[in-house]
């Protein structure tokens, strides 16, 4: 089995820019890689980390780096055939390794959706399946899985569900992250700001 | 054990406003409880709904009605003692009777976070514990339950987490959702928008 995170280098996480520096949102991208790396290393597996542009971050030393600078859905495919293949999107800072243990089910393809529709983790048991991670990618992959005649388990996970796009996502980290991730928003000043309704992000300067 | 779904029959979801009409709003919250009380029927269970004001709803017959004009913390708390009770939100059109399934832990409190630090699920087996669902209400009833003593499991469900807001929640429902409120939001013209980033609502006219 292997596992992969896509891992994009430059100019990453652009929807933040209205919360994070340019400098900011590279730190934040980098966080989370090592969150997630070290997650997958904590459960036992060997992840290679497929980046688009040479990485200057510490990872533990049974990580692998690849760099690849096509588009992620090509990047990925050109590493998919025979051999099981977990992949998990760089940019989830609630992964815990109880959540890891949650995706590898014995459907052929186990999805863990992302809020709005993306796929934020895969594991993948049939030869045949191919990515597609442009738009609605969870819908494309059920169907991708239909179309190969492949069993398809949908993996009900918060955790998993909680990738870093915008800024109110960051509100999630603050709740119910724990590590470097966290530590580091605290650090550059982010707070919740409790209210009548949902809670919001506030910085102090 | 007792079952409880507290409702706010008056002007409800406010922050839908920007995208469904008044009697929209109100349509849209009847169904949501219609699928809650369903669902926990479905398991077995025989919901009481706590509602601030007389509905005209149809719900299962083993489902119960209590009007209860007090604040939501209030009515509920008037309710718990010794009597192992769940409480579940009536905005939770994603609630399937597997995710029921998981509030029933061995913890004394098991707690499913919403989205944004709210208490979308609580099953309480602690006699001393109460509610408190003004603002950030996860950490609060963490709180209340560690005050108890009381041991802690936070369930980590995206369908639990999913409560309905903001416009862009109603996303999720067209992307997971099944059933009454799902089938409502197409038939008024609601449809995803699939474009780079997440998926978004559009509506035709």
Redo the contacts between chains.
């Keep these: 089995m292997q596992t992969l995170v896509p891992f994009s280098a430059t100019n990453p996480k652009t929807?933040l820019s209205p919360t994070l520096t340019d400098s900011e949102r590279t730190r934040l991208s980098r966080l989370m890689l090592q969150h997630v790396v070290e997650t997958l290393t904590t459960v036992g597996y060997e992840p290679t980390v497929v980046t688009t542009a040479p990485l200057a971050v510490s990872l533990p030393a049974v990580a692998d780096t690849v760099i690849d600078s096509q588009p992620l859905t090509a990047a990925i495919n050109a590493r998919l055939g025979a051999e099981p293949t977990l992949i998990v999107m760089a940019d989830l800072p609630l992964l815990t390794p109880?959540?890891v243990g949650r995706l590898t089910t014995d459907a052929e393809i186990t999805i863990a959706?992302?809020?709005?529709?993306?796929t934020n983790a895969v594991y993948i048991r049939e030869p045949a399946f191919r990515v597609d991670y442009?738009?609605?990618s969870?819908?494309d992959h059920c169907q991708i899985a239909a179309d190969c005649g492949a069993t398809v388990e949908t993996v009900?996970?918060?955790?998993?569900?909680t990738d870093i796009?915008?800024p109110?996502d960051l509100?999630?980290v603050l709740?119910?992250g724990e590590g470097r991730v966290r530590a580091w928003l605290e650090d550059v000043g982010f707070e919740?700001e409790?209210?009548?309704?949902?809670?919001q992000l506030s910085r102090s300067t």
Tied chains: 1, 2.
Excluded: C, K, N, W
């Design positions: 929807r109880a959540t959706p992302g809020v709005g529709g993306g442009h738009g609605a969870y819908r009900d996970s918060r955790r998993l569900a796009d915008e109110q509100v999630e709740l119910h919740l409790t209210g009548d309704g949902r809670v």
